[in-house]
């Protein structure tokens, strides 16, 4: 039994130990869950700050870029409109330069899209493997608290099987210790017996005897009867706190009243049919035994106080006995007591503990949807900006061409029509000229003939 007890406080001194540690560990795995969600957070807004510096810097960039291109376009329109005619080439230089500053600007806001849409993908993928990380981390603790249980029930189980097994053994302790108390009797039956059948003479100390005997009997019945109610009391009082093992022990206790008053009356019996026989074997045997009777009766008495040291130091261990059970199911029920309030404590923890996780995600989350909404908004008011201003363009270069268009179909008109009267003027000029020339040829020539063609030598 003090094996026992020490084997127990060495197992609820490690019990107690791993309770402990493990309360340490869940502590300090819930102090590293939220500093990597801290700093997870706080690099989320580092992540925050430079993309809205960056964007801020876009869009001044894009605002200056926008500012002198228009002044660009007013100064070129301003020398387009003075210098129509002769900065047609330059009009069309800077026509071509605005399609390829527009072609750039088109090609830039596409590399900015898809950086943007780079970087929603990194962010989205960064974010699902948090929340896959965050799952896993939840179904491992879970999985943890699932192996603790089941640890506890394996514990319970083992406990209540040691319990079974003292049981048991107590069962086969009191078994055999009923066996040999009633193998006594038997043998104190027959030696009482033969002692009577031997010992008529001592009728009158054999009733003496007899009388003290059944004092001495009446004396152990009231004291195992105050000691049985006494147990009873003691077991109803463990009765009303161990339900599962008050019907086992009210049935042994009943089992053992019972089995004491049936070997009383069949003793007893037993005693008076032996006392008639001894009476009637005495009368007759008395003279003759007296010497004997007197050394068996000394010796009787030395076994009886034998037998009754050996019965008191039996209850004195059945009593010990039971006392250390009780006190092994008290210190049971502390035990259990004190895991049950651990366990309680843990999930409350655990529950508080998820609790905040699960709202510093949604806070999370929902920065995150924020952050891509006005991320969106920005990129909507940034691309109606956008087609506007090119719309504008657009409709500012279409006039300047159907300008410029109308403008060289007049000035083709005009070279038209001044080739038109230069030729005219040129082919009146030649004919005056041949005129000329064949009247001085007709004037000098000694031999004019009007039958030959004066002008033969100018058409010819």
Known sequence: MAQQRRESFAFRNAEGKRIRDLEGQMKSNAQQEEHGSNELKWAGERDADNYKKEMAQQRRESFEFRNAEGRRIRDLECQMKSNAQQEEHGSYELKWAGERDADEYKKEMTQQRRKSFAFRNTEGKR????????????????????????????????????????????????????????????????????????????????????????????????????????????????????????????????????????????????????????????????????????????????????????????????????????????????????????????????????????????????AAWQDVNEYVEECKRRKRLSLAFRAKEKRRHFQIAKEQAKSKIHQQHIDTLYRSEDARYIEMAKLKEKARIALEAMNQSPTCSFGANPFASLLG
Not at 209 to 221: E, N
Not at 251 to 272: R, T
Not at 311 to 326: F, I, L, S, T
């Open 127 to 366: 974010l699902r493997d948090l929340e896959g990380q965050m799952k896993a981390d939840e179904n491992h603790a879970e999985h943890e608290n699932f192996e603790l249980k089941w640890a506890g029930e394996r514990d319970a189980d083992d406990y209540k099987k040691e319990m079974a097994q003292q049981r048991r053994e107590s069962f086969a302790f009191r078994n055999a210790e009923g066996k040999r108390i009633r193998d006594l009797e038997d043998q104190i039956k027959a030696n009482a017996q033969q002692e009577e059948h031997e010992s008529y003479e001592l009728k009158w100390a054999g009733e003496l005897d007899a009388h003290d005997y059944r004092k001495q009997m009446d004396k152990g019945r009231r004291e195992s009867l105050n000691f049985r109610n006494r147990e009873a009391a003691r077991h109803d009082a463990v009765m009303r706190e161990l339900l599962s093992l008050t019907q086992e022990r009210e049935h042994e206790s009943y089992m053992l009243k019972w089995s004491g008053e049936n070997d009383s009356k069949q003793y007893l019996a037993d005693q008076d049919e032996l006392r008639r026989q001894s009476l009637a074997f005495r009368n007759a045997e008395a003279k003759r035994h007296r010497d004997i009777d007197e050394e068996h009766r000394v010796k009787l008495v030395e076994q009886n106080a034998q037998n009754e040291e050996l019965n008191a130091a039996c209850q004195r261990d059945v009593r010990r006995y039971k006392e250390e059970c009780a006190a092994k199911d008290r210190a049971s029920l502390r035990l259990k007591g004190m895991e049950h309030f651990t366990g309680r404590m843990q999930g409350e923890s655990n529950k508080e503990y998820k609790s905040q996780e699960d709202h510093k995600s949604h806070m999370l989350d929902t």
